[in-house]
T-cell receptor, first 114, second 110 residues
């Protein structure tokens, strides 16, 4: 069974540019969450999408946005990039069953802002 | 405020030296507590989900336990391949937000 895939794996951008990251969840998983991981802050929740609707949002500025398509694939967009946006961006898809939730993470997209 | 604190930040063990990692949490209505393993440059790998105090789960050399305020990840007779960062997270009730701790970096020496 294929895992969560994220593209691209690496990105280098300059300040002021914008970037779009893509995530394909595990087949059958309808929930996709996005996280930012940095050495100083650890894993910070960005937002979660379920059936094309944003179900939850973390404490990030409006420059960070996302969306989910009908096939559950999700994209995350960051506009007007800042140096502090350099991080590993992780996507996770959630398997929901009667026993609860399990999150499965992709390999991440390493974003470097120069 | 929902919060997760992991200790210690880093731990060095000799191969075969058992130990425990701690995850203490404050959350409004626990929906679940999760343990992950993360290797450098990779996404976290799911290990366990615990839902209620008293629950225990095991997988190979790892055993996770849960109380009303904290969770422990016990590592029995660790091997060098167990070296990784172990992350704990909680899902808060009323929302679907996951709150992560900053992790424990485990190094097992041969």
């Amino acid at each position: 069974k294929a895992g969560v895939t994220q593209t691209p794996r690496y990105l280098i951008k300059t300040r002021g540019q914008q970037v779009t990251l893509s995530c394909s969840p595990i087949s059958g998983h309808r929930s996709v969450s996005w996280y930012q991981q940095t050495p100083g802050q650890g894993l910070q929740f960005l937002f979660e999408y379920f059936s094309e609707t944003q179900r939850n949002k973390g404490n990030f500025p409006g420059r960070f946005s996302g969306r989910q398509f009908s096939n559950s694939r999700s994209e995350m967009n960051v506009s007007t990039l800042e140096l502090g946006d350099s991080a590993l961006y992780l996507c996770a898809s959630t398997k929901t069953s009667f026993t609860g939730n399990e999150q499965f993470f992709g390999p991440g997209t390493r974003l470097t802002v120069l | 405020e929902d919060q997760v604190t992991q200790s210690p930040e880093a731990l060095r063990l000799q191969e075969g030296e058992s130990s425990s990692l701690n995850c203490s949490y404050t959350v409004s209505g626990l929906r679940g507590l999760f343990w992950y393993r993360q290797d450098p440059g990779k996404g976290p790998e799911f290990l366990f989900t615990l839902y209620s105090a008293g629950e225990e789960k095991e997988k190979e050399r790892l055993k996770a336990t849960l109380t009303k305020k904290e969770s422990f990840l016990h590592i029995t007779a660790p091997k060098p391949e167990d070296s990784a960062t172990y992350l704990c997270a909680v899902q808060a009730g009323g929302t679907y937000k996951y709150i992560f701790g900053t992790g424990t970096r485990l190094k097992v020496l041969a």
